[in-house]
């Protein structure tokens, strides 16, 4: 097994579990660096997703692993507050299988390895859980693990989609000499410096 397959997500659902834990609801219709998503829609996409990786990895194939994640609009259930930590959990203890890095299955609609699977869940939580923080002011320190899989991920992804994009939208050039987690979110499409009186 290689160093991304016995990735521990378990650091990084606990960060942004802490980061949607300090959203006041007053926040939730502002704008986040998604151009579609307010924030109460970032938290629904995200509730959506860690429901959909969770059962990735458990190989719980259905309805939560074959939907496009464009396909529907984000839904924010009253009981965010309670269901998305434990979903996260959820998701972090799945990933701790060394089964879920093996063999082959789908999130998002898509077959794919599980190595891979485990990579793009890596990558979701550490951008949207700076789209969050940039959000919604907060300071964001991602997990270093969970950050470097999602940079070699995005980085990959880059190279093979060219620097227009595909679905994470066109690179935003980034320096060499920046922080990695500016050149990640450069590769996801991302200005490092968005704030929310951004224009888009």
């Known amino acids: 097994m290689t160093e991304t397959t016995i990735l521990d997500l378990g650091a990084q659902t606990r960060i942004l579990a802490r980061l949607a834990a300090s959203v006041p609801d007053a926040r ?8 579609d998503y ?4 970032l938290l629904g996409h995200l ?26 609009a984000p839904s924010l259930p009253a009981s ?5 930590p434990r979903t996260l959990g959820e998701l972090a203890e799945a990933w701790q299988d060394p089964a879920a890095w093996t063999g082959m299955t789908c ?9 891979i699977a485990g990579a793009v869940a890596a990558d979701e939580l550490v951008v949207h859980g700076w789209d969050l923080a940039r959000a919604t002011d907060q300071e964001y320190a991602p997990d ?8 070699t991920f995005l980085l990959a992804a880059a190279g093979e989609q060219g620097r227009d994009g595909g679905i994470f ?16 979110i450069g590769l996801s499409g991302r200005a490092p410096d968005w704030t929310p009186s951004t224009l888009r």
């Open 28 to 35: 939730l219709t502002d704008r986040t660096p998604c151009p």
């Open 38 to 41: 307010t924030v109460g829609d």
């Open 47 to 72: 509730l959506g997703l860690s429901i959909a990786f969770r059962d990735a990895a458990r190989k719980d194939l259905g309805p939560t692993t074959d939907t496009a994640p464009d396909s529907v």
């Open 80 to 84: 965010w507050r309670e269901d998305l």
């Open 107 to 115: 999130a998002g609609g898509v077959d794919l390895p599980g190595d």
């Open 144 to 151: 270093p693990a969970a950050l470097s899989a999602s940079y």
């Open 169 to 184: 939208g066109p690179v935003v050039p980034v320096p060499d000499d920046a922080p990695l987690l500016h050149r990640a």
